[in-house]
């Protein structure tokens, strides 16, 4: 059987070369790091996470607890890595950023069918699936361009880290939202003078100039914490520093509460949730000290802000993540305009499986419509509208009408999709 190529090693690319390698087919996975690095990767490791070490939420009664769901059940390696290198979030799944890049590597290993290998690849070829993900480098972006001549791009942003013995912990507590979970987070609590003081010192930041090449949309996934400030007086504590639902020892609930989550199994770490900043850094030091449980902050990586590129795939890709008239030719990550993590693995795993299929004179795959991958997969290939990035969600699938409560509701929409996916899975024999 000829060997496929897999270009780029993050989690759709190391996912699709495991599916790959499973069903007996021969890949060489290129990763072009450390050599050639990107503005936000640090290393070379195999699946790095660049932004929020957190897969989000575990519920089933939420699309992206059926997405782990979901992938569980297709054998997922990127899944089954995530869960043995989990840290404590209370309801949602994070991981040791470091544990889970080498448990993915190791698992390619095992199979004895992955070969990879350090290079920066610049040309495109059939037998192939890109996986270059948002941060493409140029000269892939030009073999890109050559195939698929309609590229967008939009504006991403990580969150700082600070060390956990920086904090001040006399105005900090542990609890989770409503009780959920087991008080993972570290919650800053601000009153209403120190919540505008911090808002107008942020809105008065100064940024990082973009280059002229990045000038473009802000994606609202990933909104910088300072545009969302600029939004209006309460617009940050509608959004990540909302204080409904957690109180601290005294049972009070704060003006404004800004959230930690553990970034390690040791707890030196925590990210600053929802802080995706564009500023300077010396402004991030300024402005986030600010906060009283963080007034001695001591930063290990400051947030930054770069541009993603992703094509526009309906009209370009198949549902099955291969490109329409190139059979043997596929896309997969949030290069396709998938968002998120799980989003990229889920993509990189029907190219993967879809390869091996149609190597084997079958054709590629399309989960039911009714599953969260099968909507992605209509999403990116089919949509009509201003096609942007998009994360899984049940409004991506055939609605579900007669029930009245949104919690019954959205177990219904899992519970289809998991009979659905294992009806399917049984007559496709995957």
């Known amino acids: 059987m000829m060997t496929v190529k897999v270009i780029g090693a993050g989690l759709a690319g190391a996912e699709a070369a495991y599916q790959l390698a499973k069903r007996g087919v021969a890949v060489e996975l290129y990763e072009m790091r450390p050599g050639v690095s990107t503005p936000v990767h640090k290393g070379g490791d195999i699946a790095e996470l660049v932004c929020s070490n957190s897969l989000k939420s575990t519920d089933v009664g939420t699309a992206q607890g059926e997405l782990k769901a979901e992938l569980g059940m297709l054998d997922s390696a990127i899944m089954r890595t995530a869960y043995a290198s989990a840290v404590p ?5 994070a991981v040791d950023r470091k544990l889970f890049s080498a448990a993915v590597e190791e698992i390619l290993k095992s199979t004895n069918k992955v ?10 070829e059939d037998n192939s699936i890109i996986a270059t993900g948002p941060l493409t480098s140029e000269s892939m972006g030009k073999a890109i361009s050559d195939i698929i001549p309609e590229r967008l791009y939009f504006y991403d942003a990580a969150a700082p880290i600070i060390t ?36 107008e010192a942020l809105t008065g930041a100064e940024k990082v100039i973009a280059k002229d090449f990045e000038k473009g949309e802000l994606f609202e996934g990933c909104m910088p914490i300072e545009e969302l400030a600029r939004r209006g007086e309460d617009a940050m504590r509608f959004g990540p520093l909302r204080p ?12 404004a509460v800004v959230q930690l989550r553990k970034e390690d199994n040791y707890e030196h770490l925590y990210n600053i949730v929802g802080f995706q900043t564009n500023l300077k850094f010396p402004e991030q030091k300024r402005v986030f000290s600010m906060i009283p449980a963080l007034k001695n902050a001591e930063f290990v990586r400051y947030g930054v802000m770069h541009r993603n590129t992703y094509i526009r795939s309906p009209g370009f890709l198949e549902g099955d993540f291969s490109v329409k008239g190139r059979q043997n030719l596929f896309f997969a990550g949030q290069i396709t305009g998938v968002e998120g993590y799980l989003e990229s693995a889920a993509s990189g795993l029907i190219a993967g499986i879809s390869m091996a299929e149609k190597l084997n004179g079958g054709s590629g795959i399309l989960l039911p419509e009714t599953t969260v991958i099968g909507g992605l997969q209509r999403y990116i290939s089919e949509y009509r509208g201003n096609f942007q990035p998009m994360h899984v969600s049940f409004m991506l699938l055939p609605q579900i009408t007669g029930i009245r409560d949104k919690q019954a509701r959205k177990r219904a929409y899992s519970e289809r999709a998991t009979a659905d996916l294992k009806k399917y899975l049984q007559e496709r024999d995957i």
């Open 244 to 255: 409904v639902g957690i109180y601290d020892r005294d049972n009070k609930r704060a003006y």
């Open 115 to 124: 070969t990879v290998i350090r290079k920066e690849v610049t040309r495109i």
């Open 164 to 199: 956990a013995a920086s904090i001040d912990y006399d105005n900090a507590f542990f609890a989770a939202r409503y009780g959920k979970g087991d008080a993972d987070y570290l919650n800053c609590p601000m009153n209403r003078e120190e919540y505008l003081a911090f808002r």
């Open 89 to 93: 979030a209370g309801g949602a799944l």
